[in-house]
């Protein structure tokens, strides 16, 4: 009998929603296999059962011909925010219980982070990483506790192009040295591309599983969507002039140089790309008022940004990880939606008494708008997949008419259906007037949406101008490590850069 992971009939519940209906599959280890579907189709749902996390509930999982040991890279990375990440490290590979070798241990981890090409501090707190370094950490944590059978569930959403070829090319190094992988992803070509296999999920149900080599992209969006796949999304008038709303004014960034000097008009819409680790995590955590800039300032609409107002100046964060900088876990859908709108009507009365059908009420509508897979909005916020917690986020975040819009990866972890509607949720609110900022891994969204595209390279921004942004974009982004911005303060042009 051939070595595999034998999934026979599994059906995953939560409640009485079926996010897992009856999957059967066979996976041979020694190949990647690649898990598509759109949000809430049940992907993270079976990795959570395939590793233990939660039993299915009916139907069963086992090894045909040889078992392997397996490790799950979860959505969220899983790891701890308040530890370093040596100490991440220490706890995921295990070993002596009573004493670890630390010098040992340093010399694997900097071999393990390495064959990602992943240029992190083993000292720097898990807390101040940017999501997609987290993500370099949780496989490399697996790597060395000797999982021979990886369960990643979506390892390049929030990855650059470049970043994510590295971080795959180096899970075909492992496949290929002995491992097997199964990789939940909404990024078709990344993961055709390396794939062995592509199994499709639709509403929790198997319906499709065939050879990577003899599939296209557009057989996968198909199964996935049932249809074509989506009209492109129609162009976005030119930004019009208008007054300056965000200003940000001689800003430095923890641990950087600086400074930073930009200005967003009314119904502009700013695109930053950058490798991690460059600046954009703090940018945003700066201007969600998460963290303190060293020097510099922010003024929205003429006042200063500070003292965490931002949100009563017209600010609005879509963040990361909405599970946890953004909404609570444990409290229900309709709950978050209004978490920052609770006391005022007609959410409640005059005299603060919560009004639970307006609550409901809304929620639902937002629920059918965004196409959440849920069926009562009481459900709990943590039972939704990562790229509906996301979906609802921006829902929430650009309701009514924000000032400015800071958005950090707002289609990470989305399948292209959802992706797009965000991204028309985005150009709505810019048409409507808000300032926008985007920081994303998406070179394509941030080259064809922006009216203005800019690289942030060791936390300085570098304005991309040219009939190929998105070309001139990745040679910047490739050169971050080596470039240094001139000491200008105001954004410098790409080209300049690039030819001296």
Not at 155 to 168: K, M, Q, S
Not at 212 to 226: G, H
Not at 250 to 275: K, T, W, Y
Not at 453 to 470: F, H, N, Y
């Amino acid at each position: 009998m051939s070595n595999s992971l034998a999934i026979e009939k599994v059906t995953v519940r939560y409640a009485d929603n079926i996010a897992v209906d009856a999957v059967s599959l066979d996976l041979a280890c020694g190949k990647i296999h690649a898990l598509l579907g759109e949000n809430g189709a049940g992907k993270s749902s079976l990795l959570r059962a395939l590793a233990g996390v939660h039993a299915p509930d009916s139907g069963r999982i086992f090894f045909a011909g040889g078992r392997q040991k397996m490790g799950l890279m979860r959505q969220d990375a899983g790891l701890i925010a308040g530890m370093s990440v040596i100490e991440n490290l220490a706890l995921a590979c295990g070993g002596n219980r009573w004493r670890i070798n630390w010098r040992q241990l340093r010399r694997r981890a900097v071999q393990a982070l390495a064959r990602q090409q992943a240029n992190i501090d083993l000292d720097c707190a898990v807390e101040k990483l940017g999501f997609g370094q987290r993500q370099q950490v949780a496989l490399a944590g697996l790597d060395l506790s000797g999982c021979q059978f990886l369960l990643l569930d979506e390892p390049v959403a929030a990855l650059t192009p470049v970043e994510a070829d590295a971080f795959l090319a180096g899970i075909r190094q492992q496949v290929d040295q002995g491992a097997s992988a199964l990789i939940a992803s909404h990024r078709i070509a990344e993961i055709l591309a390396v794939a062995d296999h592509v199994h499709v999920l639709r509403a929790g149900r198997l319906v499709f599983s065939g050879a990577a080599s003899s599939t296209d992209a557009e057989q996968i969006r198909q199964a996935i969507f049932a249809q074509p796949a989506a009209a492109r999304l129609p162009s976005r008038p030119s930004a019009m002039p208008g007054a300056t709303i965000l200003d940000i004014d001689d800003l430095v960034l923890p641990g950087f140089a600086g400074p930073i000097n930009l200005q967003v008009a009314a119904g502009e819409m700013i695109g930053i790309a950058g490798m991690a680790g460059n600046g954009q995590n703090q940018l945003i955590e700066i201007l969600a008022g998460f963290s303190l800039a060293r020097t510099g300032t922010i003024r929205i609409a003429g006042k200063h940004l500070a003292g965490g107002n931002g949100r009563k100046l017209g600010m609005r964060c879509i963040v990361e990880d909405p599970l946890a900088d953004a909404c609570m876990a444990d409290m229900s859908i309709a709950e978050n939606l209004v978490v920052h709108d609770y006391r005022r009507p007609p959410y409640a009365s005059r005299f603060a008494i919560l009004q639970g059908r307006a609550i409901a009420a809304h929620a639902n509508q937002v629920i059918a708008r965004a196409r959440l897979a849920v069926q009562r909005s009481s459900d709990l916020f943590c039972w939704l997949s990562g790229g509906n917690q996301r979906k609802l986020l921006v829902e929430r975040e650009l309701a009514g008419n924000p000032a400015v819009v800071v958005a950090l990866n707002p289609t990470a972890g989305l399948d292209s259906a959802s992706a797009a509607s965000v991204v028309e949720c985005l150009d709505q609110a810019c048409q409507r007037g808000a300032a926008i900022l985007i920081c994303s891994e998406d070179l394509d969204i941030l080259a064809e949406r922006a009216d203005r595209l800019m690289v942030m390279s060791a936390g300085k921004l570098l304005e991309v101008s040219g009939p190929d942004r998105r070309r001139l974009a990745i040679e910047l982004m490739c050169a971050g490590a080596s470039t240094q911005a001139p000491e200008s303060s105001q954004p410098t042009t790409a080209s300049s850069l690039l030819s001296g």
